[in-house]
């Protein structure tokens, strides 16, 4: 199985609910392979504009983005993308672990598999069995893969929504605050599988938590807002160190140092 991370950018984005505008002109480019963390205060615009990278944000009543995209050389946004097609590409993991309750640990991973057309058990369980490894929860539940998912752990429920989204190998996985709603062990289980899968991915993380970022990313993007009610805009991004060690703007120095926010 041959991954291609992609890279990914953006250019001119505006995100829109009615007539709010939540983040305004964000031009940005993210490398393949590459980890890339959203950080900044509450109200932002990092889950908004997080979910304008697979076309999720125009699901909300109201979503509407202007700009563009580009997933290597095509535009998400261009005449005749499938939405559902771009969001098999560009996966996504969730704040609170979100497992299909009813189903089992297995059926779980094969979901989306089976959505795509992969029906032979033969084949299914190798992929499952591979994604559950890629995600480092097999050797915990290869002996009860028939019980159902929500009989697990958080963190390895976390574990299995990643497994989830890895198995239909996609080129970019978005996480929304993926720890936020984890012990610290469990957060730390997921921090490096973050490290061992962006040799296969790419990978943008919205964390509130600045020592996540500065452990878990080569780039980070500090994002503000000017009041409430106005919209978010990306103020920098740069190699993490630097961001946390020698930012370019006063505002991002003020945020990482908790100074707001
Ligand atoms: N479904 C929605 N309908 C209307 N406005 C929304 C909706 N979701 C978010 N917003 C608004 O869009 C703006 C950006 O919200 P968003 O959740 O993207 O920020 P964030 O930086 O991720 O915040 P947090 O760190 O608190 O999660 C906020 O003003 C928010 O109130």
């Known amino acids: 199985m041959i991954h291609m991370a992609k890279r990914i950018d953006v250019s001119g984005l505006n995100a829109y609910y009615g007539s709010f505008r939540a983040i305004e002109d964000i031009s940005m480019a993210i490398e393949p392979r590459t980890v890339t963390a959203f950080i900044g205060p509450s109200g932002c615009g990092k889950s908004t504009f997080l979910r304008t990278l697979n076309r999720m944000h125009e699901v909300t009543p109201g979503g509407r983005v202007e700009g563009k995209v580009m997933l290597d050389d095509e535009n998400l946004y261009g005449a005749g993308v499938d939405p559902v ?75 299995l929504c990643i497994a989830r989204a890895i198995a239909v190998e996609p080129k970019v996985l978005l996480m929304d605050e993926p720890c936020s709603a984890l012990d610290p062990i469990s957060t730390l289980a997921i921090e490096d599988l973050i490290g061992e899968l962006k040799e296969r ?50 505002a991002t120095e003020d945020y990482i140092s908790g100074r707001f926010g």
């Open 201 to 250: 991915f790419t990978i943008v993380i919205v964390t509130h938590n600045m020592q996540q970022a500065a452990r878990v990313s080569d780039r980070t993007a500090f994002f503000n807002l000017a009041a409430v009610g106005q919209p978010g805009k990306l103020i920098e991004i740069d190699d993490t160190e630097r961001i946390f060690s020698n930012p370019s703007v006063q």
């Open 85 to 159: 097609s771009v969001r098999r590409e560009v996966g996504m993991v969730f704040q609170r672990p979100n497992p299909f309750p009813t189903m089992s640990i297995y059926d779980n991973v094969a979901a989306g598999l089976k959505l795509v057309g992969t029906k032979k058990k033969s084949e299914l369980d190798v992929i499952v069995e591979k994604s559950l490894k890629g995600a480092n929860l097999w050797n915990e539940v290869k002996d009860r893969l028939n019980k159902p998912g929500s009989g697990l752990s958080g963190g390895q429920q976390q574990r």
